[in-house]
């Protein structure tokens, strides 16, 4: 008989759901520097949530080369922290690349929940035993984050961005159809 760890509840087809959307993304390209950084100004608030999602989705390669780059500087001061940063960030973006539905190992059902309860242990874990590296995790994400934030609200939407968007998703239509 299989054992459930955490009963499935409301929130697993939620987390499923933000796993297969950030899969379907894709990996995309790094955009240049120079148009990465050409227009900025104060955004509207009424089109700050478009503004955000068209921006994350077409500067998402230069996000993460931006955090690659970070790790790569913070690893001159703490190779430890670097690698221990580069572990969890790995840990947790298995689930966006892979997307596991519920599965059972031995005789427990894993379920999207369990998932993440884990991953969030296994980073409690590595910071209680480590607990300097907390200082600098905090301040490193807290950096990257106002980093791209910024860059995310202030910079301008173009229509080459929206447009790139919208040719990527109807692409990705037609090869899930076929």
């Known amino acids: 008989m299989v054992k459930n760890i955490?009963?499935?509840?409301?929130?697993?087809?939620?987390?499923?759901?933000?796993?297969?959307?950030?899969?379907?993304?894709g990996w995309g390209k790094c955009v240049p520097l120079d148009e990465c950084?050409?227009?900025?100004?104060?955004p509207e608030t009424s089109h700050l949530k478009d503004r955000v999602q068209t921006n994350f989705t077409y500067y998402r390669m230069n996000y993460l080369a931006l955090?690659?780059?970070?790790?790569?500087?913070?690893?001159?001061?703490?190779?430890?922290?670097?690698?221990?940063?580069?572990?969890?960030?790995i840990l947790w973006m298995i689930p966006f690349v892979?997307?596991?539905?519920?599965?059972?190992?031995?005789?427990?059902?894993?379920?999207?929940?369990?998932?993440?309860?884990?991953?969030?242990?296994?980073?409690?874990?590595?910071?209680?035993?480590?607990?300097?590296?907390?200082?600098?995790?905090?301040?490193?994400?807290?950096?990257?984050?106002?980093?791209?934030?910024?860059h995310m609200s202030f910079r301008n939407d173009s229509l080459k961005s929206k447009a790139r968007i919208t040719v990527n998703e109807k692409r990705k239509e037609l090869i899930h159809k076929n």
Do not use: Q
């Not at 950084?37 to 104060?42: D, V």
């Open 98 to 150: 892979v997307v596991p539905h519920p599965f059972v190992l031995g005789e427990y059902r894993i379920t999207p929940s369990c998932i993440v309860v884990g991953t969030a242990a296994v980073t409690a874990l590595a910071f209680m035993f480590n607990v300097p590296f907390l200082g600098y995790f905090v301040v490193f994400h807290l950096l990257y984050a106002l980093l791209v934030g910024l």
């Open 67 to 89: 955090y690659a780059a970070m790790v790569l500087i913070v690893a001159f001061s703490s190779p430890l922290f670097a690698a221990l940063d580069l572990v969890l960030f």
């Open 6 to 25: 955490i009963e499935e509840n409301d929130y697993d087809p939620l987390i499923i759901g933000i796993w297969e959307k950030v899969n379907t993304w």
């Open 37 to 42: 950084f050409e227009l900025f100004n104060i």
